[in-house]
């Protein structure tokens, strides 16, 4: 089955700066790749995503890479904030829809 | 739209006990899932459904049931609970085409 990596597992940065979280997949038919934030308490919530006919997409400070021959993808936030303090998970679908999550990054804005 | 509803919100049971942990969704959509969620262990998949009547085994099956009888639900049993299955519970449901998972709110569980 697929195997999801994901890297750091916790991120801290000065407000502003930018980050990056990257994942790993083992599975070259996994075909769409999305981001799950979930602050403390709450349910996940999906950032953005990708399919893997694309190889980049950008959501105003989010965008996520995709590279199909490496298989990895990662997440980029730029001018980051406070509020965007969260534990961050990438995924990876492959066949009958099975979703396949990374271990989550736990990301720090600092002031 | 309500979305995805789950119940109970939180739950204790003693090792042995039985209980059902309740999903709906109201947005017709055709794929559900149940997931867990253990500290530094990410969401592991339970089951999934791919429409009514059709169910099959995630990463994680072991100790738990699932059942499609329509489009709406997708209950999650636990037959004899352990500590192990101490967790939260998350339900979710995608609609075929775009893939998204739009999750419930989740339910915790305490067995002890």
């Known amino acids: 089955g697929e195997n999801v990596e994901q890297h750091p597992s916790t991120l801290s940065v000065q407000e502003g700066d930018s980050a990056v979280i990257k994942c790993t997949y083992s599975d070259s038919a996994s075909n769409y790749f999305p981001w799950y934030k979930q602050e403390l308490g709450k349910r996940p919530q999906l950032i953005i995503d990708i399919r893997s006919n694309v190889g980049e997409k950008k959501d105003q400070r989010i965008a996520v890479t995709l590279n199909k021959t490496a298989k990895h993808f990662s997440l980029h936030i730029t001018e980051t904030q406070p509020e965007d303090s969260a534990v961050y998970f990438c995924a990876a679908k492959g066949g009958g829809n099975k979703l396949t999550f990374g271990t989550g990054t736990q990301l720090k804005v600092e002031l | ?112």
């Open chain 2, 1 to 112: 739209n309500a979305g995805v509803t789950q119940t109970p919100k939180f739950q204790v049971l003693k090792t042995g006990q039985s209980m059902t942990l309740q999903c709906a969704q109201d947005m017709n959509h055709e794929y559900m899932s149940w997931y867990r969620q253990d500290p530094g262990m990410g969401l592991r998949l339970i089951h999934y459904s791919v429409g009514a009547g059709i169910t099959d085994q995630g990463e994680v099956p072991n100790g738990y049931n699932v059942s499609r009888s329509t489009t709406e639900d997708f209950p999650l049993r636990l037959l004899s609970a352990a500590p192990s299955q101490t967790s939260v519970y998350f339900c979710a449901s995608s609609n075929r085409e775009h893939g998204e998972q739009y999750f419930g709110p989740g339910t915790r569980l305490t067995v002890t």
